[in-house]
């Protein structure tokens, strides 16, 4: 994920060539809208669909088919499906985040709390206190504590978009005491697993990947499978792995590497009892990607788990990392690329991420393209305050901007969740 010193001095000289021209906004699809009855047939997974097909997704919203698929999901496949109203049909969508919609904290025994903070407590439950206490357990001390429920906050559109925007956020597991994944702020709805690497080293001796357990000081590791499924299937998050990253280069010179690639990340879904998707970090400084092998890779997992996401990390300067999401997005193959504005000279400058944005719009439509942002008192990272205002002004140019990630969690803990608190407040206000 972080930068070499061969992958910032490339960079160097890549900026001394930006051009001050202005890059036009490519055109984004738009919602249509009908007079014709809105009486469409349920979406159905796995069934297959022909360009133009009407349906109403589980969120009570229709879509129709771009292009003819295997019955991908509307909201997560949006290079396949377009939002579609009709005269009759409402256009806000609910997201199924449970997120509490205000800050909470994990509650600790002894630490004091004042009327009406909200806890977590270690049922996994939120209680919130009736009166000041200091730090009674909550399911005991019922005088001071009430149980908390959580409305379903509606998801934002940004008063721009139709889609509810990623909050992303990627989960190291070399911590000694990493967060349980499910203990995560609330408002990051999607949350990458960093990282599986390359059998053998990069650039892969197989193909294959593999993956390390956590650390258990939090119970992170005894609890990790359970977590996962939690995370998804009770708190309605997207939970994707990233493979490659911090160095791990990945190459797939033919196609027996490439299956094994597959079959490693199949064995990995049974292992965690499924994901929702997969990050491409396999790019690293001069290594140039292999486009059709992972396309290919891409669509035969796409093809084993409809709706599954693909999403990549690439350097927001480098015409290498451009051209593959470019063609990976064209192809149906990668549902967003995330270009990392930290961890590099200039990168992290408000008026960079919104002149080199410019040119990843133009190439991948603005729906495909996630600002990925480090917040972080170090060199060549954001204030908070700089990571919202690069956003609404990105946001103020290509409305339907996919949205936002942070590298990464462990650090955002540290700093009371200012990143996931921040950008959950604007986008669920």
């Known amino acids: 994920m972080q930068l070499t010193a061969k992958y910032s001095l490339v960079f160097l000289l890549a900026l001394t060539m930006v051009s001050s021209s202005g890059v036009s906004s490519a055109a984004t699809t738009q919602t249509t809208t009908s007079t014709q009855s809105c009486a469409f047939s349920n979406w159905v997974q796995g069934k297959n669909y022909a360009a133009g097909s009407i349906v109403k997704y589980t969120d009570g919203l229709l879509y129709k088919a771009k292009y003819a698929n295997p019955g991908y999901i509307p909201t997560v496949s949006t290079y396949f499906w377009a939002p579609f109203s009709c005269a009759t049909t409402s256009t806000a969508p609910v997201s199924n985040l449970d997120n509490c919609n205000i800050f909470y904290t994990i509650w600790k025994e002894g630490a004091p709390y004042k009327t009406g903070d909200t806890v977590k407590f270690t049922d996994g439950n939120y209680y919130k206190a ?80 593999y993956w390390t357990p956590p650390a258990d000081g939090r119970g992170a590791a005894s609890n990790f499978v359970a977590d996962i499924q939690y995370v998804r299937k009770t708190q309605g998050r997207k939970v994707i792995l990233s493979v490659g990253g911090a160095g791990n280069g990945m190459s797939f010179p033919y196609r027996a590497k490439s299956q094994a690639f597959v079959n490693s990340v199949v064995a990995l879904y049974n292992q965690f009892g499924g994901f929702d998707g997969m990050d491409w970090n396999t790019f690293e400084a001069d290594q140039a990607p292999d486009t059709a092998e992972m396309i290919w890779i891409s669509l035969e997992l796409k093809k084993l788990y409809p709706g599954f996401i693909i999403t990549a990390p690439p350097a927001p300067w480098n015409q290498l990392d451009l051209t593959f999401c470019e063609a990976m997005v064209k192809a149906g193959a990668m549902d967003y690329a995330a270009p990392q504005y930290y961890d590099g000279p200039g990168l992290n400058a408000p008026s960079y991420v919104v002149s080199n944005v410019a040119q990843w719009v133009s190439k991948l439509g603005a729906d495909h393209v996630v600002l990925g942002m480090g917040v972080w008192n170090q060199p060549n990272y954001m204030t908070i305050d700089d990571a919202a205002s690069a956003w609404t002004q990105v946001a103020a140019k290509y409305p339907t901007v996919r949205g936002v990630f942070d590298w990464q969690n462990s650090t955002d803990e540290t700093q009371g969740w200012s990143f996931a608190n921040r950008f959950g407040k604007m986008f669920n206000p």
């Not at 990493?178 to 960093?194: A, E, H, M, S």
């Open 130 to 209: 009736k009166y000041d206490n200091p730090g009674y357990i909550p399911t005991v001390s019922t005088y001071f504590w009430a149980p908390y429920v959580c409305s379903v906050a509606p998801a934002t559109t940004n008063n721009t978009s139709t889609t509810t925007k990623v909050i992303g956020t990627y989960w190291t597991f070399w911590q000694t005491a990493p967060i349980r994944i499910r203990d995560i702020n609330p408002y990051y709805n999607t949350i990458y697993l960093f990282h599986a690497r390359p059998v053998g080293g990069s650039p892969g001796t197989t193909g294959a990947v």
